[in-house]
């Protein structure tokens, strides 16, 4: 345009200069300078138009088309807002989804992670297979080992675990997350401190001071961004600890902590270090992972652990800790953005693949839309075909317009994204820890705005093929029917058949997932969650050492709960139903049939239980008894078992038979075992997920059990449990006021929050699903309705002649019929090919349930005939003299 | 002797060949022609400029800013490699033309 205002300056400088030129010759042969001038410009003519002619012979730039053409597709759009705002929203819906979806993917799976050389790093995992053990920690000498033997392939190895210790802060006791790591750890992630320093070796040596380094939230929640942090000292594990340094606002790995100390400045990790000398396996509890060195492939990191595992579980002095011919025992490496995401990644890629259908859908029928209209504009077609405008230079014209309504659709898609967006990202935590950089980032605008055009591309392109306009006949039949009605109609079928099908996956995807969360919502999951308060109360190791101690805080706490007016029951256990944690898998002998190899003995999770916990959460006695208050010490060591244990004795009452289970010894002492003489069975209880099957239980009594940390307060009250939560605050600090009281919930909102994943994934694909359906019913809609329009006259022939009104609209019923029908089977075809995807997310719900094929099948063919019915109702009730003289 | 307007097509061929003999601006080449061709031909403005950009499109010519011959500002067209090989194809194909013209002409009737 610019250049264009230029050009005409130059014009007018040129034309002025021949004038003037012109005048002076004309002087020259001695004309007085007025004549002169007069007749200059009299030779030269009219001088507008010559202008104008040499704009024209510069040609029109591409540019200047476009513009126009956009001028012609904005002024062409607002004629029509009904079609215009219809095809916008459902664009806009479709783009949107889209955008949101891409942003998570974006955020979660393609950016790299936010450290330096973040996809260098990997993390080592070891296994036992074939003991059916997925993840087993890293020991503390095994990490040695693979830190002095794969030098060659990483930058640097280090370690990491989580603590919760209690943080003294003026007198208050603070339970802090705590990540135990390596001196390195910071630096090989590239984390670099914003106030004070991180860990350095010195600080890793046995007698340094303790040091503590604070995440960035809990500097800025506990000590308002005060700078002044370092260098004071808290008291933690009872000894003074000094804050060293604040960490940058970024998200950490492998888990969020409140703070993080050096190895040596934990005392369990610490003292077991003393052991592996004697016990190979000594704190098998650590994660370990590696930056690559650069070069150095993936591939090759994995082989280089994968062999030194090979070589220290090979390795004869260690044949009874590893067994690898009954465990299967290795150890690999996997990168870590791939670690993080494994969880996430399936999920999202289906979601974008139905997201992506979503927005098929809108676009077929913003095509249908599109080709509709252009029927009422055949006759402004042909009449700029007929002024000169090549079939190129209209097909540009509708893909502007068609590329315009997608990217007026994409702002819309991207304000709908925005909006979805906080909610989406608290979905996939669900599923990824790697949620906090999904934001609108320009890669994801410029995916929208691709996706935009590609959509205006797409749905434009069909009608403008179906736009091949026959000049004589549209011109002379004033815009009714062109030559070309078949192929448009064709196309429409065409558009419909896909939008049905496209709809019938979805919809049967829906169901599908909204089956199996109806299943899941009612699984028997073996234990009365209403009424029931939970809390932990999890007694420091340092005033709590081994169970005996922990045992004076915990019965205490317990007598006094159960004392209290309103309160049924109370209990403490070790973990609470569906709370977090997987089942543990200690090994057992039955008295009479002992098995020598520890690695075949069968396994069952053990939980630790007082006298009325199966009361509290409402499990069934089914055969003996619960435990009681004559369960002591000094007594004879007893035990609980579930139903799903009961397998174990092939039919035989298990009560009063004896099982052993080993008892943990303080490091150094040689292993030890008890027997347990069973005293009772009781009912199963979906502990460890709502889908998951039910595992072989033991329970063994508080006052018995050698297995520490338990601290699961459970109370069922008479009213509200919800409002119980001070008072069971004030009950232990009546017992330890320095004992923290964390994770008060009532176990209705446990199970709650275990449905709500599914709840989420259910919805959302039923959200997408119902769009879905109202965009197609709307598509057959409007083309049923055109197509009527069309026949007016043909009806009102039909009916004039004698045909029954019914008669007419069941003609017209089929007609739309007929394309859902296709449709419809087209998509259950799809639907039976692509529900394999969905399996790993249902619940006893097959991927092929007849019922719910049929159902969407009979919910298409209704919402069908609905959507055809209405635009035929009007068809027939205009009075056939009056439809004869439609047009 | 009345002046005669240019037939169609032709402009183009005697702009080039006005330009091969130096750069000028259009007042310039107007008056060169009429000169040239002792006021016989006389050149429409109307078709003139248009002409000149269709030809600086095509890029058989090229224009600048420079001074005039009385020292204003005037636009100057130069002929470009591309215009000296228009000009020598146009020039052979009027060459043919006006001889088979002057055939039928000279036809004894």
Request: charged share 20%.
């Amino acid at each position: 345009m610019l250049r264009h205002h230029e050009l005409d300056r130059g014009l007018n400088a040129e034309v002025r200069f021949h004038i003037e030129m012109e005048t002076e010759k004309n002087i020259r042969l001695g004309m007085s300078p007025e004549d002169a001038r007069r007749l200059a410009l009299r030779s030269f003519g009219p001088m507008e138009k010559h202008k104008e002619e040499t704009r024209d012979a510069r040609g029109i730039s591409w540019l200047e088309n476009l513009l126009a053409d956009l001028k012609y597709g904005a002024r062409a759009l607002l004629k029509h807002p009904g079609y215009a705002a219809l095809g916008i929203m459902t664009l806009g819906l479709g783009i949107g989804a889209n955008t949101a979806i891409f942003s998570v993917i974006n955020g979660v799976l393609l950016k790299p992670l936010p450290y330096e050389h973040g996809n260098r790093l990997v993390v080592v995992q070891q296994s036992r297979p074939l003991a059916g053990q997925p993840q087993v920690g890293v020991a503390i000498a095994e990490y040695f080992d693979y830190r002095e033997r794969a030098k060659e392939v990483f930058d640097g190895l280090v370690e990491y675990h989580q603590m919760n210790f209690d943080l003294i802060n003026r007198g208050e006791p603070d339970r802090v997350s705590t990540g135990v790591v390596s001196a390195n750890f910071f630096d090989l992630l590239g984390i670099k401190p914003i106030v004070g320093r991180t860990f350095v070796e010195a600080d890793d040596l046995k007698g340094a001071e303790a040091v503590l380094v604070l995440s960035h939230t809990y500097w800025r929640t506990k000590f308002g961004g005060d700078p002044g942090i370092v260098g004071q000292v808290f008291e933690m594990n009872d000894r003074p600890h000094r804050v060293i340094g604040v960490l940058p606002n970024v998200p950490h790995y492998p888990q969020e902590n409140d703070v993080y100390m050096p190895v040596h400045a934990c005392p369990f990790r610490s003292a077991a270090e003393g052991n592996i000398a004697r016990q190979r396996r000594a704190f098998g509890a650590l994660s370990v992972f590696g930056r690559l060195k650069p070069g150095v492939s993936p591939e090759q990191a994995a082989s280089t652990v994968e062999s030194i595992c090979h070589t220290f579980v090979n390795d004869k002095q260690f044949a009874q800790v590893y067994r690898p011919e009954t465990s299967g025992f290795r150890g690999t490496t996997v990168e870590v953005r791939d670690a993080l995401t494994t969880g996430a990644r399936d999920l999202l890629l289906i979601l974008l693949g139905i997201t992506a259908l979503v927005l098929l859908i809108a676009c077929a029928n913003v095509a249908n839309l599109t080709l509709a209209r252009m029927l009422g504009r055949d006759r402004e077609l042909a009449m700029r075909a007929a002024l000169g405008a090549g079939r190129g230079r209209l097909i540009r014209q509708l893909l502007t317009e068609s590329t315009l309504l997608a990217t007026v659709g994409g702002l819309v898609g991207i304000t709908f994204a925005w909006l979805t967006i906080d909610m989406l990202t608290t979905f996939v935590g669900r599923f990824t820890s790697r949620t906090g950089e999904i934001t609108l980032d320009p890669v994801v605008l410029v995916f929208t705005l691709g996706i935009s055009v590609l959509t205006g591309l797409l749905f434009g392109t069909l009608p403008a093929l179906g736009s091949r306009v026959d000049l004589v006949s549209s011109l002379k039949q004033g815009g009714g029917q062109t030559g070309d009605a078949g192929s448009r109609k064709r196309i429409q079928g065409g558009l419909i058949i896909a939008q049905v099908a496209v709809s019938v996956v979805l919809l049967v995807g829906a169901g599908l997932l909204l089956a199996s969360f109806y299943r899941l919502q009612r699984v028997e999951t073996g234990y009365r969650s209403d009424g029931v308060l939970s809390a932990q109360i999890y007694g420091n190791f340092s005033r709590y050492p081994t169970i005996v101690e922990q045992r004076r805080l915990y019965l205490p706490v317990l007598e006094r709960l159960q004392a209290q007016p309103g309160v049924n029951f109370a209990a403490i256990t070790n973990a609470v139903p569906l709370g977090s944690g997987g089942p543990g898998t200690t090994r057992f002998n039955i008295e009479g049939r002992a098995v020598d190899d520890p690695e075949r003995r069968p396994t069952a999770d053990v939980r630790v239980a007082t006298p009325q916990y199966f009361a509290t959460i409402g499990v069934p006695v089914i055969s003996g008894r619960a435990f009681n208050d004559l369960d002591t010490e000094e007594s004879q060591r007893v035990t609980v078992i579930n139903k799903s244990m009961v397998k174990y004795w092939d039919g035989t009452d298990p009560v009063g038979s004896r099982i052993e289970l080993p008892t943990p010894t303080p490091p150094g002492q040689p292993p030890r075992t008890e027997w347990y003489t069973i005293v009772g069975v009781v009912g199963d209880v979906r502990q460890f997920g709502l889908a998951r099957e039910t595992v072989a239980q033991i329970y063994l009594p508080l006052t018995q059990s050698p297995f520490g940390i338990a601290g699961q307060v459970l109370v069922r009250t008479a009213g509200d449990p919800a409002s119980f939560g001070n008072v069971l605050r004030n009950t232990v600090r009546d017992v330890d006021p320095n004992q923290p009281v964390e994770q008060i919930q009532t176990l209705d909102d446990l199970r709650s929050e275990a449905l709500a994943a599914p709840r989420l994934t259910a919805t959302l694909l039923a959200v997408f699903a119902g769009l879905a359906l109202l965009v197609t019913l709307a598509g057959i809609g409007g083309v049923i309705a055109t197509s009527v329009q069309q026949r007016t006259k043909e009806f009102g022939l039909r009916m004039a002649l004698g045909a029954s009104r019914d008669s007419v609209l069941t003609m017209v019923v089929r007609q739309g019929l007929t394309l859902v029908v296709i449709g419809l089977l087209v998509g259950v075809a799809g639907a039976l090919a692509a529900g394999r995807v969905l399996s790993a997310y249902l619940y006893q719900t097959a991927p092929r349930d007849p019922v719910i094929f049929a159902g969407v099948a009979g919910l298409f063919v209704l919402a069908g005939i609905i959507a055809c019915l209405i635009p035929a109702r009007r068809a027939t009730t205009v009075d056939p003299l009056i439809a004869l003289r439609a047009e | 002797m009345a002046k005669l307007d240019l037939l169609q097509g032709t402009l183009d061929l005697l702009i080039l060949k006005t330009l091969a003999l130096g750069a000028q601006h259009g007042w310039g080449i107007s008056q060169r022609i009429q000169q040239i061709s002792e006021n016989v031909l006389r050149v429409n403005q109307g078709s003139l400029y248009p002409a000149l950009q269709r030809l600086d499109t095509a890029g058989f010519i090229e224009s600048e800013w420079g001074a005039s011959e009385n020292n204003r500002q005037a636009k100057f067209y130069r002929l470009t490699k591309k215009g000296e090989r228009q000009l020598q194809d146009e020039q052979a194909q009027w060459a043919r033309m006006t001889l088979a013209v002057r055939k039928i002409l000279e036809t004894e009737v």
